[in-house]
């Protein structure tokens, strides 16, 4: 209470931010799904073909997924009880890394609650004060979020150019650490988004890896948006340029095209027994239920079982694309399924994305924080389930609304 007696919000300031928000053209509500994540969804009442969903393949509904979650509900029941350190390890969590693992081709594998908290987890386990981490411009927020929990210095190199990142371990190797008046890094640590989320263009690996082994240094590569995408079956990146084994630390996500829940970290087996030992996510928070690792295992197997799937939804991304392009909308520098289309600012991204709401079109303007101020978008992503029926209903929608907008000409 004030001296006068009346009471006082200390939280108050919030409303007021959240105003200037709405101002700026960054507030961002919510819509409400109530069916389930598909092609087609029923978004705060109205049927629309979703653009906004990383389902890539589908398999959110797929039926060997939820067989299999309910298999395991009624095996199981619907929790772990607590972290596996306490409560004991689950048989079909142990049975899901040990398969990922052999998808992956690694030694081993660690499930994590979410690929955010995967990154979170590994990071300041394998790096400390004495070591360099050296992370691209624009990797993924967790990735930023684990170097910030991290005592290790680091270092940003401008986005995909590699010269610049060989020139970074080159002074990093000669110079070492400068606190430490010239000793040597025991550990740099160059790391890389596989599949950049908003733009949708591929990492260099194959010349990060040249560069990182010239010097000595690890690589760690986020494959969220690589796995069930890229390379046989949706082994990610790793597999699309034939690297394995020269990859130190992989980390994938079960919650887009695998479409369920959770994130892994790939690598050696004594990588992922120093995660049991001190990743504070797999410590401190409770295991997967039953059915979604059961789920999880049960995508494993569709990719290997159904590569149809992903043959689908590059057909349909190669063609969305294309057709954006002809319509003359800038779709920036993708290279996978994720294909944004720039609008600049976010005044004209909302209103387009609204427009697009009206013709039935669910596509989500990304604005910032999430991309710089001058660079907010649509950001697209087609699926194996779309049909040609529905992009095509969605290119009208955009032609359309790019005509009314005048982001492209009649």
Not at 336 to 359: K, Q, Y
């Amino acid at each position: 209470m004030t001296a006068q007696g009346t009471k006082t919000n200390p939280l108050g300031f919030l409303a007021d931010e959240i105003e200037e928000l709405k101002r700026q053209n960054l507030y961002r509500p919510m819509r409400v799904l109530s069916s389930p994540q598909a092609a087609e969804v029923v978004v705060d009442g109205a049927v629309l073909i979703s653009l906004s969903s990383n389902n890539y393949l589908g398999l959110a509904t797929h039926p060997k997924l939820k067989e299999a979650a309910l298999a395991a509900t009624r095996d199981f029941g619907v929790g772990s009880g607590a972290v596996r350190t306490i409560a004991g390890d689950m048989t079909i969590h142990e049975r899901l890394e040990s398969e990922l693992a052999e998808f992956k081709h690694t030694e081993a594998v660690l499930t994590f609650q979410s690929g955010f908290t995967a990154n979170t987890g590994v990071i300041p386990v394998v790096t400390g004060e004495n070591d360099l981490i050296v992370s691209d411009a624009l990797n993924h927020a967790s990735i930023i979020d684990g170097m910030r929990m991290s005592k290790a210095p680091r270092v940003v190199f401008p986005h995909k150019d590699t010269a610049a990142l060989r020139e970074l371990l080159r002074e990093a190797r000669e110079k070492g650490r400068k606190e430490a008046g010239g000793a040597p890094y025991r550990l740099i640590l160059v790391v890389t988004d596989g599949v950049f989320s908003m733009d949708g263009d591929i990492a260099p690996l194959p010349e990060i890896v040249a560069a990182a082994e010239e010097f000595g240094a690890a690589v760690m590569v986020d494959d969220a948006h690589a796995s069930g995408v890229l390379g046989k079956n949706g082994r990610g990146t790793v597999d699309h340029f034939d690297l394995h084994g020269r990859v130190h630390i992989q980390v994938g996500t079960m919650s887009k095209a695998m479409g369920v829940l959770g994130g892994y970290v790939a690598g050696s087996r004594a990588l992922r027994e120093m995660l049991i030992q001190r990743a504070r996510p797999f410590l401190f928070s409770t295991s997967h239920p039953p059915a979604v690792a059961a789920a999880c295992l049960a995508a494993i197997h569709v990719l290997q079982e159904e590569p149809e799937l992903i043959d689908h939804l590059w057909a349909n991304a190669i063609y969305f694309e294309g057709e954006l392009k002809r319509l003359g909308f800038d779709t920036g520098f993708s290279e996978t399924p994720i294909t944004p289309v720039m609008m600049g600012d976010s005044a004209t991204a909302g209103r387009f994305s609204g427009r697009l709401f009206e013709e039935g079109v669910f596509a989500q303007a990304v604005v910032y924080p999430t991309v710089a101020l001058d660079k907010a978008r649509i950001r697209t992503i087609v699926t194996a389930e779309h049909s040609r029926v529905q992009l095509d209903r969605c290119l009208e929608a955009f032609g359309k609304v790019g005509r009314e907008l005048g982001l492209v000409s009649a």
